[in-house]
């Protein structure tokens, strides 16, 4: 199972802070992301992505890492360290993609140790190349980066505005079988606004979401996790399906067979997350 499986909430975690890492780590959050990217100004570049590699070295499973995008001075910089690095995180997330070229040029630097990759679909070019994006070898899962693609079309970074550009990313997820995760929601002090959004992304097939502060990892959790009825429902259907050989198999008065099994996996690999990232907070 790789890093992307089950994961329901990712918190940001700026790379130029890394007295910050700890706390964020002691959260509930599935995986912690540490940014070299957007939180990190160009003058602190070379520090961030020192710390940040340097933390990823100590071995927490948890700690994830974007860098800053291809096309930039500072994301080939970000791409020559990792090749360097003696440990590399779990996923690697990809800012501003809007090619599979740019994930090629990821791939055939870090060659057999390339991480999983996440690219951020945060652009209108990027959005129309999101299902070749989301097929292309060595992607893992997909982000929406709602706050770049908002400011593109020149609107509020908010639910009904980004409502048709969120369903075409989750087709193009869907299409490649992907997990897809959600844009952080940055109204900090607006507890329902998050548990809101959280609830309207599950629904329209987003997997998790990401955050940008601690206090809105519980909600996410709630939200994308799974409930223990759930829970023991995909347990006792992966005994049955185990038991007829991954034949088709009656359950519960319904077909068993692959693709439903796949669902109750997905639901497994989270609830495997959620116990890894409670025992750490």
Not at 46 to 59: D, F, P, S, T
Not at 99 to 106: D, F, K, L, R
Not at 194 to 200: D, F, T
Not at 268 to 280: C, D, G, I, P
Request: net charge negative.
């Amino acid at each position: 199972m790789h890093a992307a499986a089950g994961l329901s909430s990712m918190l940001f975690v700026p790379g130029g802070k890394p007295e910050r890492y700890a706390k964020a780590l002691n959260s509930a959050a599935d995986a912690v992301c540490i940014d070299l990217e957007d939180s990190v100004p160009a003058a602190d570049k070379a520090m961030a992505r020192k710390a940040a590699l340097n933390a990823i070295a100590e071995g927490d499973s948890r700690l994830v890492l974007r860098i800053n995008g291809v096309a930039t001075r500072a994301g080939l910089e970000d791409i020559l360290a990792l090749a360097d690095a003696p440990v590399l995180p779990p996923l690697l997330f990809l800012p501003m993609v809007e090619s599979v070229a740019e994930i090629g040029i990821v791939t055939a630097v870090l060659g057999d140790k390339c991480p999983p990759l996440v690219p951020l679909i945060e652009t209108v070019k990027g959005l129309e190349a999101a299902g070749a994006i989301a097929s292309a070898p060595g992607v893992a899962a997909m982000m929406f980066g709602g706050g770049d693609f908002s400011a593109e079309l020149g609107v509020a970074l908010a639910w009904e505005p980004l409502r048709t550009a969120r369903g075409l990313f989750i087709m193009a997820c869907a299409r490649a079988g992907v997990p897809a995760i959600d844009v952080p929601f940055i109204a900090l002090d607006d507890a329902e606004g998050l548990v809101a959004e959280a609830a309207a992304a599950k629904a329209i097939g987003f997997t998790g979401k990401a955050a940008i502060h601690p206090a809105q990892i519980d909600p996410i959790n709630q939200a994308f996790r799974p409930t223990p009825d759930e829970i023991a429902e995909a347990e006792e259907a992966q005994q049955v399906f185990e038991a007829a050989n991954g034949a088709a198999v009656r359950f519960k008065g319904r077909m068993l067979e692959a693709p439903i099994m796949r669902r109750y996996q997905r639901i497994l690999e989270q609830r495997n997350l959620a116990m890894r990232s409670n025992k750490n907070a």
